[in-house]
């Protein structure tokens, strides 16, 4: 069983930063996919950027290339979402995911994980 964590979540102004934490338990991430999503108040949950089970290749959502960076550490069996040059339509609540048989660009889809974390609220406003 893997326990999820998520951490970092806030409020900021538009054209900011914010980097989420999401720690894991139970279990090593090395090799397994690991999926940030979001979910804004009367929208579906989206993929916002994945990394690959076995080669770590990252996928981001169109919305998100070139302002958020996926990553993660190993050491501290951390992944993390570096998100910059925020925009209002940026506030949701953020999840991450993890599962160890997701493999390519499927990890930007939601239905594949089995582990979620309980996600953090991302505001953008001035």
């Known amino acids: 069983q893997v326990h999820l964590v998520e951490s970092g979540g806030g409020v900021v102004q538009p054209g900011g930063s914010l980097r989420l934490s999401c720690a894991a338990s139970g279990s090593r991430l090395n090799s397994y996919a690991i999926g940030w999503f979001r979910q804004a108040p009367g929208k579906e949950r989206e993929g916002v950027s994945c990394?690959?089970?076995?080669?770590?290749?990252?996928y981001y959502a169109d919305f998100v290339k070139g302002r958020f960076t996926i990553s993660r550490d190993f050491a501290k069996n951390t992944a993390y979402l570096q998100m910059n040059s925020l925009k209002p339509e940026d506030t949701a609540v953020y999840s991450c995911?993890?599962?160890?048989?997701?493999?390519?660009?499927?990890?930007?889809?939601?239905?594949?994980?089995?582990?979620w974390g309980s996600g953090t609220q991302v505001t953008v406003s001035s």
């Open positions: 995911a993890t599962d160890p048989v997701i493999y390519g660009s499927s990890c930007l889809q939601s239905t594949h994980y089995d582990y």
């Open positions: 990394i690959s089970a076995l080669d770590g290749s990252t």
